[in-house]
C-alpha cells in the first residue's frame, strides 16, 4: 500500500549481526501492529505500539513507534536463523469516519547461519 | 486457549463457482476480521464483522460477503469466481472492534481458482 511504505524490501544478514526494518506512514497513526509471517501460513503477532514514543521488547525483538514521524522500526538483536521471514507491519489509521488496519508490504528477511 | 482456526485449509476450486470459508475466532473475541493476501497486492482488508453486522468493508466487489453468526465465528462468501481470486484468506479476531487491542490471525486458507 502506498499509504504504508515498508522497508527493506528484503534483507540478507548473517547470524548474529543486528538489523532494523523502517514503517512510514502517510497518515496519522492511531496504532502501529508488527507481525511476522513465514511464507503462506497466518501472521504472528509480535507487538503493537500505541503511543508516541512508545517502546516494546520481546526477546531480542524492539519496536518503537515515533508518532511525530508516523513511522515505526523493528530492531533484532544478534539475529538467529528462527529469525527468518516476512516481517508485516500494520498501521491503524482513519479512513472516512472508521479506523482501518493497513499492512505494508512485507520484509522478507533472511539469516545465514 | 485455542487460536483462531479456519477451515479449510486448501480449496481448489473452478471460475465460475462459488466457495465458502470459514472463521472461528478466539473464544471470547467478538470481532472477526477477513482479510486477502497475494504476491502482487499484499495483505488487503476485505471486511469487519462485530456483534453479526459488518463494521467495515473494503475495496473489494460485490462478489466478496460475509457473515457473523451469534457465536462470533465468521463465514466468508465469493461467488462466480475468477483466477484472480486465488489467494491466501487470512481472518483476524480481537475482544473489540476499532484496532485498539491485538488482532490474532488464523493460519490461513489457501484458495486456487483453475
Known amino acids: 500500500s502506498q499509504e504504508l511504505e515498508q522497508s527493506p524490501q528484503s534483507l540478507i544478514v548473517q547470524e548474529g549481526k543486528n538489523l532494523t526494518i523502517n514503517c512510514t506512514s502517510s497518515k496519522t497513526l492511531y496504532g502501529l501492529y508488527w507481525y511476522k509471517q513465514k511464507y503462506g501460513e497466518g501472521l504472528i503477532f509480535l507487538m503493537m505500539l500505541q503511543k508516541g514514543g512508545e517502546e516494546k521488547s520481546h526477546e531480542k525483538i524492539t519496536a518503537k513507534l515515533d508518532e511525530k514521524k508516523q513511522q515505526s522500526s523493528l530492531h533484532i538483536t544478534a539475529s538467529q536463523p528462527s529469525h527468518a521471514g516476512i516481517y508485516l507491519c500494520g498501521a491503524v489509521t482513519i479512513s472516512g469516519s472508521a479506523r482501518q488496519l493497513t499492512f505494508g508490504s512485507g520484509t522478507q528477511l533472511t539469516v545465514l547461519p | 486457549k485455542a487460536g483462531v482456526t479456519q477451515t479449510p485449509r486448501y480449496l481448489i476450486k473452478t471460475r465460475g463457482q462459488q466457495v465458502t470459508l470459514s472463521c472461528s475466532p478466539i473464544?471470547?473475541?467478538?470481532?472477526v476480521s477477513w482479510y486477502q493476501q497475494t504476491p502482487g497486492q499484499g495483505l488487503q482488508f476485505l471486511f469487519e464483522y462485530f456483534s453479526e453486522t459488518q463494521r467495515n468493508k473494503g475495496n473489494f466487489p460485490g462478489r466478496f460477503s460475509g457473515r457473523q453468526f451469534s457465536n462470533s465465528r465468521s463465514e466468508m462468501n465469493v461467488s462466480t469466481l475468477e483466477l484472480g481470486d486465488s489467494a491466501l484468506y487470512l481472518c483476524?479476531?480481537?475482544?473489540?472492534?476499532?484496532?485498539?487491542?491485538?488482532?490474532?490471525f488464523g493460519p490461513g486458507t489457501r484458495l486456487t481458482v483453475l
Open positions: 483476524a479476531s480481537s475482544l473489540n472492534r476499532g484496532y485498539g487491542g491485538t488482532q490474532y
Open positions: 473464544s471470547g473475541h467478538r470481532s
